[in-house]
Structure formats: structure tokens, C-alpha cells
């Protein structure tokens, strides 16, 4: 049970645009010293997989919720952080067709994680009100998407259920311990709460109850996804820095995005794994993307990251990345072993079209493709990483979410900046909230207001 990282794709002998193993080496003790400080820092996401308390009361709420209200479904309300480690988890861990067949007992799983009316109209639709729960994820209690979507499924529940308290009782709220919006509502009506430890950002909460509550619900082996990540998080504080996989690849991409290669293509070789590479981008994009540094010079520095998916994107974006522009590095993501074998059954044996398929199983053609696109790169000197997950399951989950983080945390140190602010999605949220009237956004409603009038100098229409 573990999760390997092979490095060996990211590095040439001189002859192409890779690092060399030299260049590497050299720059490692810049590295070392970003992690001293970060690992002294003790940064409130560090030793997540191991606190107990999150757990429990999510335990303890989601056994109330299943014997008192027995829902037939569960539908998350939150955005960014709030919303993408639950997707990834359900996607990875849940029955395939949840929506359609959950794991006995537990309800089907919706996260919105949108205000598109069609979306969101379609949702309430769709779902039986009266035997729904929701559980609505804010951190800062002050996100406006996540409001509109607490008032209307709101509404709508109470009118299908009849009544405020009836109401109050399908409703259950992920925020911080004392601050926001809807702490407060939650104190004074009533709504039962789980906890967003103060420290955490949203993109580093999957490990608490934003991420294990919507997960203990739909029936996932939440102890052993926490173990995974405690296992990923003890190794960053007993290895020798020079043998830390997280820096390792925290290193070799920050060398990379300043030798020309600033977009990072995080591409899993599984369908289900393929929504851990939107968690990914998030945390990646989010907390590397700074206008200052620490010093507050200004620096505008961070990678782009891409989300693919093998080998649907192999035959869709690969020609770009073995052709087009070497600004890219890729890490391929590589399940040790799939839960089911799949053989291609062989009706036409003789036929020299089909014959090479029989005995073959998918499992092997899977990884023929992935081979096949790490050949391909490679050939033409594009900087390649793997990540093998044995397979997965809770566990390694657990230790891919650790480690992306810790990767994430050193990348942030090597390019001196504060991976754990956001002020760019700050200011988007301050906008919408001016823009839809929120008390003491006036000034900035009518700067807001001028500015867009000033766009309409050149538009076309078909
Ligand atoms: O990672 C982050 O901090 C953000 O993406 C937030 O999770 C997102 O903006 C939602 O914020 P909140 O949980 O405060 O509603």
C-alpha cells in the first residue's frame, strides 16, 4: 500500500529542454530551506488525517441523519473548496452510478457546485424535496453562491416538509467555529453545524468535515482515507529532505515554470480518479498564483494548471503536447491495479484486425495507452513524472491528498509566496456581492457599474 513517484521522465542528459539530474541536485538546498520554514511553521492542514474530532462528529451526524431522516439523497451546497474535495472523493470512491444505484442504504450525492439557474433549477426538480438532506459548506459564511443556494433549497425543503423545524432538521452546516454569516444564523435558528477548523482554507479542507461529512454519508471508508493521509503526513516529518517525494516534485516544477514550462498537466489514467485532477487544479492554480511575494514585490508569478483525463484526452489534446509549444510538464497519474479485470472477449479470432485483442484484458490496454502517451512525450524530450496509486481506494486517496498538499505548501516556499491567501477569488466574491446589492458594497457597485458601461465601445453580434 503505497503511493510511488517516478521523477525519471523529468530529467535528460542535456540533450533536450529537461532538467538535468545535475541541475536538480544544485538546487536542492533551496528546496531544504523551504521546507525547514515551512515544516516549522506547523501550518493548521499538517496532521489533519490524524485529528480524531472531525470524525466523530461526522460520525455522530450521519448516523442521526440515516436513522432519523433516512434521505434518499444528499445535496452539497458549497463552491471552489467547498465543493471540489467532495466531487473528487464521490467520484474516486462512490459506486460508479451513485446517482442512480448508492451504496446500499446511503443516499445518491448531488454537488451543484454552481449558480447556473438551469442547473440549479433542474436539481430541485429533479430530487425529491421531502427526502432530501443538504448539507450547505462555507467557510467564511459569506460566500454569495452559497447563500442563494441555501435560501432556495431552503424554500423549497420547508414547503415540501411542511414546516421551519421540520426544515432545519435536513439541513446541516460545515462552517467556521465562530465567525461568518452562517455561524450566526446557525446560533440563533438552530441548524445543526460541523466544523471548519479556523486555518484551514477551503482548498486544504478535505480532510475535515467538509470533505468527510458528504463522504461518511454516502457510505466511503472515511478511517482508512484519514489514515492513508496521517501515513503521507508521519513520512514528511521522518524522511531525509533530499528523499521527500512531495519536494521533490514541488522542486522540480518550480525549476521547470522558471525555465519556460509554467503549465502543468495533471492527467489520471482512470475514469474515476479524473475528478481528482479538478481538486488538483484548484489547489495548484489558487494557492500558487500571486501577484507578491512575501517581501510584497510584485512578482504576478504561478503555474497553469490543466486538467486531462487518459486516454480520452490522448486522442484529444496529446497532439498539442508532443507537438505544439514545449511550455508544459506532465504528471501522469497510474492506478497499480483497477478494482475489476475486463477481458476483450475474441468472437472474430481470425481476423488480423482483431486477432492481436485476444486474451488481452482492458487493464492491459489501459496501460498500453498510458505507456503509450509517456512514450510519445518522452521522445520528443517533454518532462514527464508518474504518480502510482497501488489502487484506488481510501486509503490512497488519502495519501494522494496529503501529498498534493505538501507538495503544494513547498512549491508555495520555493517561490516565496503565501500559498494559504487567496485575495484574487476575494475580489471576484466582493464584486458579486456589490453587484447584487449586499449592504456597504455601494462604492464599489458604482465603480463596478462605470467600468463595465465603458465595455460596450466595441461589441458584434451574429
Ligand atoms: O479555497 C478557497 O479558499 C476557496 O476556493 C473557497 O473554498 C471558496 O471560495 C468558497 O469559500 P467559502 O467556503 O468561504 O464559502
Not at 447556473?116 to 424535496?129: E, F, N, R, S, Y
Not at 441548524?191 to 461529512?213: A, E, H, K, Q, Y
Not at 468472437?347 to 482483431?354: E, L, N
Amino acid at each position: 500500500m503505497a503511493l510511488h513517484l517516478d521523477l525519471t521522465g523529468l530529467f535528460g542528459d542535456g540533450s533536450d529542454n529537461r532538467l538535468t539530474r545535475d541541475e536538480f541536485d544544485a538546487a536542492l538546498p533551496r528546496a531544504i530551506a523551504a521546507r525547514e520554514t515551512h515544516l516549522a511553521a506547523k501550518p493548521e492542514w499538517r496532521g489533519l488525517g490524524a485529528r480524531d474530532e472531525f470524525l466523530a462528529e461526522c460520525q455522530v451526524r450521519a448516523a442521526q441523519v440515516l436513522e432519523e431522516q433516512q434521505p434518499e439523497a444528499l445535496v452539497v451546497l458549497g463552491i471552489g473548496g467547498s465543493a471540489l474535495g467532495a466531487q473528487a472523493l464521490l467520484s474516486a470512491l462512490a459506486p460508479l452510478y451513485q446517482q442512480s444505484e448508492p451504496a446500499p442504504g446511503r443516499p445518491r450525492v448531488f454537488v451543484p457546485d454552481s449558480v447556473d439557474p438551469d442547473w440549479i433549477g433542474a436539481l430541485l426538480d429533479h430530487l425529491p424535496l421531502d427526502r432530501c438532506h443538504v448539507n450547505v459548506i462555507s467557510k467564511s459564511g459569506g460566500t454569495i453562491a452559497t447563500s442563494a443556494e441555501f435560501l432556495v433549497f431552503y424554500h423549497a425543503i420547508r414547503d415540501a416538509v411542511g414546516s421551519e423545524e421540520e426544515a432545519r432538521k435536513r439541513f446541516t452546516i460545515t462552517t467556521d467555529p465562530e465567525k461568518g454569516h452562517f455561524r450566526k444564523i446557525c446560533d440563533e435558528q438552530g441548524f445543526t453545524t460541523l466544523t471548519v477548523p479556523p486555518g484551514v482554507g477551503g482548498r486544504f479542507s478535505v480532510l475535515t468535515s467538509v470533505g468527510i461529512f458528504p463522504a461518511e454519508l454516502a457510505g466511503m471508508d472515511v478511517q482508512s482515507m484519514l489514515e492513508g493521509a496521517a501515513r503521507v503526513d508521519r513520512k514528511l516529518d521522518e524522511v531525509e529532505p533530499a528523499a521527500d517525494a512531495a519536494l521533490a516534485y514541488a522542486l522540480a516544477h518550480v525549476l521547470y515554470m522558471e525555465r519556460g514550462k509554467p503549465i502543468h498537466v495533471h492527467f489520471p489514467y482512470s475514469q474515476r480518479a479524473r475528478l481528482l485532477a479538478d481538486w488538483y487544479a484548484q489547489l495548484w492554480a489558487e494557492s500558487l498564483g500571486k501577484a507578491e511575494d512575501l517581501d510584497g514585490q510584485v512578482v504576478h508569478v504561478g503555474p497553469t494548471p490543466v486538467r486531462a483525463v487518459g486516454p480520452t484526452d490522448q486522442h484529444s489534446q496529446c497532439q498539442l503536447y508532443v507537438e505544439g509549444p514545449d511550455d508544459k510538464v506532465y504528471t501522469l497519474l497510474k492506478l497499480g491495479k483497477f478494482e475489476r479485470e475486463l477481458s476483450v472477449p475474441t468472437p472474430f479470432v481470425d481476423s488480423p484486425a482483431f486477432s492481436h485483442l485476444a486474451g488481452k484484458t482492458f487493464n492491459e490496454l489501459m496501460e498500453a495507452e498510458r505507456q503509450g502517451t509517456e512514450v510519445a512525450l518522452l521522445e520528443v524530450g517533454r518532462p514527464v513524472c508518474t504518480i502510482e496509486l497501488c489502487k484506488l481506494d481510501a486509503f490512497h486517496v488519502g495519501q494522494y491528498f496529503l501529498f498534493m498538499e505538501a507538495a503544494t505548501a513547498y512549491a508555495g516556499g520555493l517561490l516565496h509566496i503565501d500559498p494559504f491567501d487567496q485575495p484574487g477569488v476575494e475580489a471576484g466574491k466582493v464584486a458579486a456581492l456589490a453587484l447584487m446589492g449586499a449592504p456597504g458594497y455601494e462604492k464599489r457597485a458604482q465603480e463596478i457599474r462605470s467600468s463595465l458601461a465603458a465595455r460596450t465601445l466595441f461589441t458584434l453580434s451574429c
